[in-house]
């Protein structure tokens, strides 16, 4: 699958599932990957998340904002809150959310740049328009689950988040089954659901356009560690487009 087709997908369905090999042969198109290992480790440093309403204590998190430039220049803006509305995040909308950052180390890495540059190159071509200046929010995630609580990847159910373009991009799945995924039109008729599996393997979502969930996940075997991580990637026009 090729960019154009991807885009093409995109614009016709409002989603797409890329399995790891495709996304990471479009990868590689754009740059490197040399430095994957290492930020797929980091996953294993993220501070717990503590503004979970549901009382949880399964989620951790890392935050950062990017701009990317119109001539595609990438750039790490101030640290700064999560902020959400209530329209589309009810559970946790309407609250500044500060999370630790996102190590810097990997700014000037090779997988980070090279996952953001793709991005910003397919929705340009959704959008038709290869110029687009675009504020980035990246999110570490890692959903845990134990035998006496299950770990919710979306605790706010099916949602949109008020975005132009997510990306979900799986880096580990360590002893779980579930966390499927379930795509819904604004209508909420079922439109498609899949799995991230492997890492690599990716969901694409026009937030605009459709509903996104998870279904909670549950350990394998009760007496190992049971964990999701995924990066989540947002491209919303710049204020001024």
Same mark, same amino acid.
């Given at each position: 699958m090729r960019l154009d087709a991807l885009a093409?997908?995109?614009?016709?369905?409002?989603?797409? @599932?890329?399995?790891?090999?495709?996304?990471?042969? +479009?990868? *590689?198109?754009?740059?490197?990957?040399?430095?994957l290992a290492a930020f797929t480790?980091?996953?294993?440093?993220?501070? +717990?998340?503590?503004y979970m309403a549901d009382g949880g204590r399964y989620r951790r998190r890392r935050h950062a904002v990017f701009s990317v430039a119109a001539d595609g220049t990438i750039a790490r803006q101030a640290h700064q809150p999560h902020y959400q509305t209530l329209e589309y995040n009810p559970l946790h909308g309407g609250i500044a959310r500060w999370f630790e950052p996102v190590a810097?180390?990997?700014?000037?890495?090779?997988?980070?740049?090279?996952?953001l540059t793709w991005c910003a190159r397919? @929705?340009?071509?959704?959008?038709?328009?290869?110029?687009?200046?675009w504020r980035v929010e990246i999110h570490q995630f890692r959903i *845990?689950?134990?035998?006496?609580?299950?770990? +919710?990847?979306?605790? *706010?159910?099916?949602?949109?988040?008020?975005?132009?373009h997510v990306l979900v991009l799986l880096m580990?799945?360590?002893?779980?089954?579930?966390?499927?995924?379930?795509?819904?039109g604004l209508d909420h008729a079922a439109l498609g659901s899949?799995?991230?599996?492997?890492?690599?393997?990716?969901? +694409?979502? *026009?937030d605009a356009r459709v509903f996104h969930g998870v279904t909670a996940v549950a350990p394998l075997d009760a007496a190992a560690p049971a964990?999701?991580?995924?990066?989540?990637?947002? @491209?919303?026009?710049?204020?001024?487009?």
């Open positions: 093409e997908e995109l614009r016709a369905r409002g989603f797409a @599932f890329v399995p790891a090999a495709v996304t990471r042969d +479009l990868l *590689e198109e754009i740059g490197s990957l040399d430095d480790a980091s996953w294993s440093d993220l501070p +717990l998340d503590t810097p180390e990997f700014d000037g890495g090779s997988t980070l740049p090279t996952i397919l @929705f340009g071509r959704v959008e038709g328009r290869p110029d687009i200046p *845990e689950a134990r035998p006496e609580q299950q770990g +919710l990847p979306t605790p *706010e159910g099916m949602h949109r988040d008020g975005v132009d580990h799945r360590q002893n779980i089954v579930s966390g499927t995924t379930s795509i819904h899949f799995t991230l599996t492997t890492p690599l393997d990716a969901a +694409l979502v *026009e964990y999701r991580d995924v990066l989540v990637v947002t @491209f919303k026009r710049a204020p001024d487009v």
